[in-house]
């Protein structure tokens, strides 16, 4: 009896002893469970704004998920620092039959954390599971695929329907390769929550979660990537901060290591007092741009879609809501694509007196003389959770005003916005596109009437643009290829489909005082957080 | 109930000689004084916002700067004036107070006077009442403000419709205890209609309470209505108190920009504070057992 009272008072003061460590160690992160692990050197923590949604790495994935679940399962190809295809499981691949067959060679020593090697029956698996339950964005890329073979432990041959020049890299960059020995048991994988017993081979695979909180990764002692043959950081703790003011202060006071979400670029000034910490630069792989519904009989309209793109003011956006920190565009091709991006174009200038007169010149009348024309009013939807996103529009209201064009702002909540982006309730959708790896799948992807997809935003059905697209995909030629897009990207900016805005560039803060070796790739969906840049990083000193 | 007795006075509790004297004394309270006054700048503020400074718009260059001479309140991230925001925010903060507030009055007073006076109607009413009370107002705000668009007068009615439960609360208990009195049962061996009771024996005695509500319902208001901006749930083309600190919270300057937290939230504060003891020092005035009338 005497006992359990004495063992219940020492439980009492361990408990308070560990409550107040908790509290004054990391007192911004609600979980007080791990202050010893914080202070290990190889734990590496990162920051994150959302908890993960879906373990299952063949499904869509929102950008936790994304990050956590391309630790764990490799991909054929990945993107580099240069936002080129670099190898990461394939060593190499190549076309064969006229461009009818896709090959790709992989590297032989990959292991699961099983023990088990990653073969190309892996391969094959995925590519099969995801075509058979339409999963993800990768099913839209694999629909050429007629057959698929695995004649040895490292070959993977893609029969495909027609040539699709850039298909290896599409598929080799989105696709997610897991163990077949693992998911083959799971039946229908349209179900499969892939919630527990994680079975990986990249370099980290989770170990356990903790919801709202925390996500804990080991190493996976086998990681050919990594310098030493398997990371150098022991374990990598992704922790939950839903608010960026918090996150920033938490990298601040040495309760993350790493952002992995990027750093608002008016908040930038918080980590200029502080030696450790260290930002990155990187590239966007989509950009920010306002896209006309063509159901609405007015944006239908191309000169109403003209005059529109000259009321926007990109110029300025770019040197106030990103501080100067970001590139204009003209078509829809992004600059990073250099070698199909169409410089003839200029983008449209901003004139809203020349909008103003286009207008009127088409036919439109401002009745009662409100300053309005009476039929132009349109409603801008976007996500009230982008901050850059709001500004822009909140900015494009006030010029549009000046061409007569009366729009209103419509920046919901994010759930709202999605199902109205879905559902196609809005007349101009203003959003920022994340990441295209190559111009021939975004083009399909965005403009093809049958939406493959699934962001055809302009609701887009023309024949014309189908025929191009078409054409362009089925083209070997690289020369041909590349003349296609480009006349492809002078269509878009002449009909004015879409008005680009911007595309931005990524800041990613460290604490450099302790961790160093990131391999940063351009957008804010890979930057420092891919499994390669994890594998390469070391321990400072 | 008594059989009515006529030798008893029936007249109405408050005459208005007192009324008179009661609003004197009101602002003779330095409290009540200050909070008026507070509440006459702040309407000032709203009514006059064009004069005071431009509508907030466009960018400028001077970026985050803090509080100077040219802009007493400091600038935001596209270098916007924060004073100019906070007064133009005062506007959409006192509009939707005051129209959420009068649709809660206006509800709250129906539905409390009826079921104080109408027996049957009490039974459904206050079931009613003790429901929408149980439940959760902000997440349904949330919720609901979420899949209506998001616009001045959206917002003025979901914030309107959640809050006259309290009121119907508060009226009907008062009226309860002025239904029984005797010049109500004097009025009705009169002949009065019910209608005729409720809206001139019954309501002139609530009349004071409603004035105390309006105040306290409006401060809730503001209040519910810079949460929702906060939230991101507020009207995108109005400026108020919340949409700055949400501004703020959204471009990751809250550890950087004190000024863009701070000035808005005072004016939330202010605003409440004065009504709330605006609100108190007017009840208490009008409480029998301080004046010993």
Known sequence: ?541 | MSAPVLTEQAVPPVAPAVARRSWFAYLRQPSAALSVLVLVVMVALALLAPVIADEPAGAGPDVLQPPSGAHWFGTDDLGQDIFAQVVWGTRTSLVIGLAASLIAIVLGTAIGLASAYFRPIDAVATVVTDVMLALPTLPLMIMLAAVVNPSLWTLTLIIGFFAWPEVARLIRSQGLVISAMPYIDGARVLGASGWRIVTREILPAVVSLVIVSVLLTASRAVISEAGLSFLGLGDPDAWSWGRILLNAQRSGVVAIAWWQTLFPSLAILLLVLAATVAGMRFNDTRDPRRNGA
């Not at chain 1, 170990?207 to 022991?234: E, F």
């Not at chain 1, 196609?424 to 990441?435: H, L, M, N, R, T």
Request: with cysteine.
């Open chain 1, 1 to 541: 009896m005497r006992k359990t009272v004495k063992g219940r008072w020492r439980l009492a003061v361990a408990l308070g002893v560990a409550a107040t460590l908790g509290i004054s160690g990391c007192s911004l992160n609600e979980d007080t469970g791990s202050s010893t692990t914080s202070t290990d050197g190889s734990v590496l923590r990162i920051g994150t704004t959302t908890d993960v949604s879906n373990f299952n790495p063949l499904q869509s994935l929102s950008k936790t998920d994304s990050w956590i679940l391309n630790a764990m399962y490799p991909h054929l190809l990945r993107i580099d620092e240069n936002a080129k295809k670099a190898p990461e499981l394939a060593k190499e691949y190549r076309y064969e039959d006229g461009g009818k067959t896709a090959v790709f060679v992989l590297r032989d020593d990959f292991t699961w954390t099983d023990g088990k090697p990653v073969v190309a029956d892996d391969v094959k698996f995925s590519a099969e599971m995801i075509m058979k339950y339409k999963l993800g964005n990768v099913a839209a890329k694999l629909t050429w695929v007629e057959s698929i073979e695995a004649p040895d432990a490292t070959t993977v041959k893609f029969k495909l329907s027609q040539p699709y020049a850039p298909f290896a890299e599409g598929v080799g960059f989105w696709m997610s390769i897991v163990p077949k020995h693992v998911f083959e048991s799971a039946g229908d994988l349209s179900k499969f929550p892939n919630d527990s017993n994680w079975v990986g081979a990249g370099p980290f695979v989770l170990d356990s979660i903790t919801k709202g909180q925390r996500y804990v990764m080991k190493r996976n002692p086998n990681y050919p990537l990594a310098p030493g043959g398997k990371a150098a950081v022991s374990q990598v703790e992704y922790r939950v901060y839903p608010d960026v003011n918090t996150m920033m202060l938490a990298l601040r006071n040495g309760d993350i290591d790493l952002m992995g979400t990027p750093v608002p670029v008016s908040a930038v000034k918080t980590f200029q007092a502080d030696s450790n910490i260290k930002l990155v630069k990187v590239g966007a792989l989509g950009f920010a741009h306002l896209t006309y519904n063509m159901k609405n009989k007015q944006l239908a309209d191309q000169q109403v879609r003209q005059a529109l793109s000259m009321s926007v003011d990109t110029k300025s956006i770019i040197s106030s809501v990103l501080q100067g920190d970001g590139q204009q565009m003209a078509g829809p091709i992004s600059p990073i694509f250099s070698e199909y991006d169409n410089t003839e174009i200029q983008p449209y200038p901003f004139d809203p007196a020349g909008a103003k007169a286009k207008l009127s010149a088409a036919g439109y009348k401002d009745a009662n003389n409100d300053g309005f024309f009476d039929e132009l009013a349109f409603g801008v939807a976007c996500d009230q959770s982008n901050a850059n996103i709001t500004r822009v529009v909140q900015l494009f209201r006030e010029s549009a005003a000046k061409a007569g064009i009366k729009l209103e702002n419509e920046c919901v909540e994010r759930n709202t916005f999605l199902s109205r982006t879905k559902n196609g309730e809005y007349d101009i959708d203003a959003s920022q596109w994340g990441v295209f790896d190559n111009p021939m799948d975004q083009l399909r992807s965005t403009y093809l009437s049958s939406n493959p997809g699934g962001i055809n935003y302009n609701l887009l059905e023309s024949p014309e643009m189908d025929h191009l697209i078409n054409d362009a995909a089925a083209t070997t030629d690289p020369e041909a290829f590349k003349a296609k897009i480009k006349n492809i990207d002078k269509v878009v900016h002449d009909q004015a489909y879409l008005t680009p805005l911007y595309v931005e560039n990524f800041q990613f803060a460290y604490n450099a005082s302790k961790f160093t070796g990131f391999v940063p790739s351009p957008s804010d969906l890979l930057g420092m957080v891919t499994a390669y840049s994890l594998a390469q990083v070391t321990p400072a000193k």
